[in-house]
């Protein structure tokens, strides 16, 4: 006869064994309790059954405590970190990872935000400087303060800065400069900056878009002073390398022109987005001037936030996160499958009223004949509810726990990190069992863990039940679907945007940041080679083109006092008196006496020739001028 195995059933069962944590001890010992108490004839109330409820209330307040912390400074401080750099998710996603908009208007909670398929991430000062055709509104190369002003709401709302401040920096940046160029009186009474010389100013805004003057060796290395270093066609940079660095430093240091200039909002973002970027670290490389064709050590920085985020796209580190993750995924799968024996056993086990006082019978241990086990055949309606209550209970905590294990594993972006991570997680997830084995004497333990098996009737599809092997597989390949749609979701969602935003922030580097590829290598190149001189060539036209009297006037006091209600970090003299300043005003007088001389030489030739009935020719005294310039900036 063949042996028969009592596990071996004709219809699909789950068995309800006892474990070695609280939940199967408070399902367990009460009825076994009541038994011994029948037996010897005392109070069924014992001790051991308080016990059960007590580690069932600390387990309950440990893990709820737990998970709360870790949800709220673990978590959502992670969100609120990613939502500093720019809001992800577009609202498509669990509310965990996304934040409703409450504005239709820019509200600068966050570093970056994206324009036409792009991420912006300067300060709202440099973004607002880069978009010309938003200010000069009626397209007639000037700026004025009324364009200004009647634009201010729609141009605030969507940059999150007040274009009037705006406009007053470019005019004291301006300024800032006169010693390198000739200021127009319109800029001098802040009433207008022409194209020209807003194009000058955005080669120092733009600047301190970079931030930090540990970005200038990032800088030089990307070539964007070649041109000028090359051509010399850029006073501000000069032709060395050194110059280049006293250039961007003297912007971006603290408390620079930078700092000192710019709004409000620039200062908060520098230090917001120093932040986000996170801590930095430095490698050595050689610069080749190509102009003085000298080379130069320099320490280009980097910041830990980016590395980070690069490093959650590795693929290695991908498949290192997703076994961590399947791993406490599959802890959850256990967890829940207990929790559904529970619920068969309290809905399928026969009352204790039907068996009377054999509900439970005590046997002979086969394991250890010396010893007894107990085997459950009904239990009553209080313990039902008591074990159903549980059950909610451990469902409740258990589904929490899962949710904030996933999102803390996922948004960890370090090896040793992943892996405490992944210990700390099991540590919360086993404290029932902790509490277990570390509270109860052995003694009450072996009672527990000795009972029989229990065997219910399985829920779900009865011709799938009966291959539990197929099952077991199926739940496998679930889990691991589940995990990988998990990452991949993330990868799309978080990962990628905010790496893109970081890059965008921290470097202003990148295919998607606005920044980066309008202030490109080939920007800046032709910035300091074609730009710059073609603005000089304007703003001489814009100088010719007034009065010698004012020409005179602005020359004299070129460098003066700031825009009204805006203040310096030194004080402004009314007249500038040092000796270049005279110089340029008496070079500025004799040029337009000799205009004025000129033309009236021409006029009175031409009266001349007219009355002789010669035919015209060209003026004697414009064969006679001296090919010659004055050059001011050599004086």
């Keep these: 006869m063949r042996p028969v195995d009592e596990d071996?059933?004709?219809r699909p069962v789950y068995?309800?064994?006892s474990s070695d944590n609280v939940w199967s001890y408070f399902t367990f010992i009460p009825p076994t309790e009541r038994k011994k108490a029948l037996v010897k004839g005392t109070d069924p109330t014992s001790w051991d059954i308080v016990m059960a409820y007590v580690l069932v209330a600390m387990a309950t307040f440990m893990q709820s405590i737990l998970i709360w912390l870790v949800f709220q400074e673990v978590v959502l401080s992670n969100v609120e970190w990613q939502n500093g750099i720019m809001k992800v998710g577009g609202g498509g996603g669990p509310g965990l990872f996304t934040e409703k908009p409450t504005s239709?208007?820019?509200d600068a909670a966050s570093l970056c935000f994206q324009h036409a398929g792009n991420f912006t991430c300067a300060p709202p000062s440099v973004q607002l400087t880069g978009r010309w055709e938003d200010l000069d509104t009626n397209k007639d190369g000037t700026w004025t303060r009324d364009e200004c002003e009647a634009a201010k709401e729609a141009l605030q709302c969507k940059y999150a800065v007040n274009p009037v401040e705006v406009f007053d920096v470019l005019i004291n940046m301006i300024k800032k400069r006169s010693h390198l160029i000739w200021v127009h009186p319109d800029i001098m009474e802040a009433k207008a900056i022409h194209f020209a010389?807003?194009?000058?100013a955005i080669g120092d805004i733009s600047m301190c878009g970079y931030r930090d003057h540990l970005m200038c060796p990032n800088l030089i290395r990307r070539g964007f002073f070649e041109s000028a270093f090359i051509h010399g066609t850029a006073p501000r940079v000069g032709k060395t390398t050194e110059t280049a660095m006293a250039y961007c430093r003297g912007l971006l240091e603290p408390q620079g022109i930078c700092e000192e200039l710019l709004p409000s909002t620039y200062t908060?973002?520098?230090?917001?987005?120093?932040?986000?970027?996170?801590?930095?670290?430095f490698s050595k490389f050689k610069y080749y001037n190509p102009g003085t064709e000298l080379t130069k050590s320099?320490?280009?920085?980097?910041?830990?936030?980016?590395g980070d985020y690069e490093l959650s796209q590795d693929n290695w580190f991908r498949v290192f996160k997703g076994i961590v993750l399947v791993i406490w995924t599959l802890l959850m799968y256990a967890e829940y499958k207990e929790i559904v024996k529970l619920v068969a056993f309290v809905v399928h086990f026969p009352n204790a009223d039907d068996f009377g006082d054999d509900f439970v019978l005590i046997e002979q241990d086969p394991s250890d004949p010396e010893d007894v086990r107990y085997r459950l055949q009904g239990i009553r309606k209080d313990h039902r509810l008591a074990c159903g209550l549980m059950a909610v209970l451990r469902l409740c905590l258990t589904t929490f726990l899962c949710i904030v294990g996933m999102s803390y594993i996922i948004k960890t972006h370090s090896y040793p990190d992943l892996l405490m991570?992944?210990?700390?997680?099991?540590?919360?997830?086993?404290?029932a069992s902790v509490l277990y084995s570390q509270i109860l004497r052995e003694e009450i333990r072996d009672q527990s863990e000795d009972i029989k098996p229990i065997k219910v009737p399985m829920f779900g599809i009865n011709e799938l039940n009966k291959y539990p092997a197929l099952v077991d597989i199926l739940g496998l390949f679930l889990v691991i679907a589940v995990c990988w749609a998990i990452m991949e979701w993330q990868l799309r969602s978080i990962v990628l945007p905010i790496s893109t935003a970081l890059q965008c922030t921290c470097l202003q580097h990148g295919e998607e940041c606005f920044e980066a590829q309008k202030f490109d290598n080939q920007f800046w190149n032709n910035y300091w080679q074609h730009t710059v001189p073609w603005i000089y060539s304007e703003v001489a036209k814009l100088k010719a083109a007034l009065p010698a009297g004012a020409a005179s006037y602005i020359a004299a006091h070129a460098g003066s006092a700031l825009v009204p209600g805006k203040t310096a970090s030194a004080p402004m003299p009314k007249v500038d008196i040092s000796a270049t300043k005279r110089v340029e005003a008496s070079i500025s007088q004799m040029e337009a006496s000799d205009a004025n001389l000129h033309k009236k030489l021409d006029k009175l030739e031409q009266e001349m020739l007219e009355a002789t009935g010669e035919k015209p020719s060209p003026s004697l005294i414009q064969k006679q001028k001296p090919g010659r310039t004055f050059n001011r900036r050599s004086i």
Excluded at 268 to 281: Q, Y
Excluded at 298 to 306: H, P, Q
């Design 197 to 200: 010389y807003f194009q000058y």
């Design 104 to 106: 239709t208007c820019n």
């Design 8 to 10: 071996e059933t004709d």
């Design 421 to 431: 991570n992944g210990v700390a997680l099991a540590f919360v997830a086993e404290i």
């Design 298 to 306: 320099l320490l280009a920085v980097r910041y830990s936030a980016v």
């Design 15 to 17: 068995f309800v064994r």
């Design 268 to 281: 908060v973002w520098k230090i917001a987005s120093g932040i986000e970027c996170g801590s930095t670290s």
